[in-house]
């Protein structure tokens, strides 16, 4: 059986980790018959934005806890993820990604990841295990690796940042993956695009498939 971490950064896509992006990859990963373990740091969320309307509220939220919410309270530490224990990663998105793993949303090209997470990213480049990341989580893996071929769809600006910081960033349709065979990196643009869900599942079971097939 294929073990797969997975690294979440909160609940809800705007200030954590974009729920139907992460429960589609556990779906995925479940129809492939991998044994799952979820992640998630535990550190306060940069910021806690009403989901309803979309501003933001003076509570502090932890990042684990909140995660706990979606992987229905079986998670753990990222500190506690040993990359030796794996065959593979994936990194769901939602701005959680880009405001608590790294700080990619506010700084772009100049981002700072998490040093947990940069720390791990680096073990699964270097043992050659593939990766997978989706929605603006390929950026922040670019962020922490200097390199690495990926998608986030075709917004510019972001794909901009990502040519910038090293990597090399190629435009894909919604239910489209893109593969990096040199490092097994797998991406794909999910909610980077406003586009059906029905598209958006059809790239992640691309992603997750592929992933497990690169094992």
């Known amino acids: 059986m294929k073990k797969v971490a997975v690294i979440l950064s909160g609940c809800g896509h705007l200030d954590g980790a974009e729920i139907r992006e992460s429960v589609l990859t556990l779906l995925y990963l479940d129809k492939k018959n991998a044994e ?76 700072v990841v998490n040093d947990d997470l940069k720390k791990i990213v ?19 893996l670019v962020a922490a690796i200097k390199c690495g071929t990926v998608t986030i769809g075709d917004d510019e600006e972001t794909a901009s940042a990502i040519n910038q910081i090293g990597g090399k960033h190629l435009n894909c349709a919604t239910n489209e993956i893109c593969i990096d065979e040199e490092r097994k990196i797998v991406s794909t643009s999910a909610y980077m695009r406003d586009d059906s869900l029905a598209k958006i599942s059809d790239g992640i079971e691309q992603l997750v498939n592929k992933v497990i097939e690169l094992i």
């Open 122 to 140: 680096k073990s699964f480049l270097e043992a050659r295990k593939p990766i997978g990341a989706i929605c603006i989580s390929p950026a922040v």
């Open 36 to 111: 799952i373990e979820v992640f998630a740091p535990d550190i306060n969320q940069h910021h806690v934005i009403n989901h309803l309307s979309g501003e933001e509220t003076s509570e502090t939220r932890n990042v684990l806890i909140e995660s706990a919410r979606i992987a229905r309270g079986k998670i753990a530490p990222l500190t506690d993820l040993k990359p030796d224990n794996f065959d593979a990663l994936i990194m769901p998105g939602g701005y959680g990604a880009a405001k608590n793993l790294s700080d990619f949303a506010f700084k772009g090209a100049n981002a």
